[in-house]
């Protein structure tokens, strides 16, 4: 499995981007996608994730109401449209995936959850 995310950059607060995540190396169609961001001097934690079946999402509460989830099966592409954004969101930005079953509330809050990586893309936002 691979996972190439693209589409970080610079913006200023309350600006918008959308993030693409292709994957490729397998059927996707039973997966479960995340997206996790890592700030500077701070543990990587989780943003948003999909079921690629059923397109159930699922969102940290920091983001909840500004971003969203999104996939593309024809495209085998992951999205992230992110709105709104504030200082705070500045991260690299990752995309996951793992053939799931999500197993239990908490599971795909998880990076530990999800086997397969990309490789990170950089949201700056400037105040």
């Known amino acids: 499995v691979q996972l190439q995310a693209s589409g970080g950059g610079l913006v200023q607060a309350g600006g918008s981007l959308r993030l693409s995540c292709e994957a490729s190396g397998r059927t996707f169609s039973s997966y479960v996608m995340g997206w996790f961001r890592q700030a500077p001097g701070k543990e990587r934690e989780f943003v948003a994730t999909?079921?690629?079946?059923?397109?159930?999402?699922y969102y940290a509460d920091s983001v909840k109401g500004r971003f969203t989830i999104s996939r593309d099966n024809a495209k085998n592409t992951v999205y992230l449209q992110m709105n709104s954004l504030n200082p705070e969101d500045t991260a690299v930005y990752y995309c996951?995936?793992?053939?799931?079953?999500?197993?239990?509330?908490?599971?795909?809050?998880?990076?530990?959850?999800?086997?397969?990586w990309g490789q990170g893309t950089q949201v700056t936002v400037s105040s």
């Open positions: 996951a995936a793992d053939p799931g079953p999500i197993l239990g509330s908490n599971w795909y809050r998880l990076s530990k959850s999800f086997h397969y």
């Open positions: 999909i079921t690629w079946s059923s397109g159930r999402t």
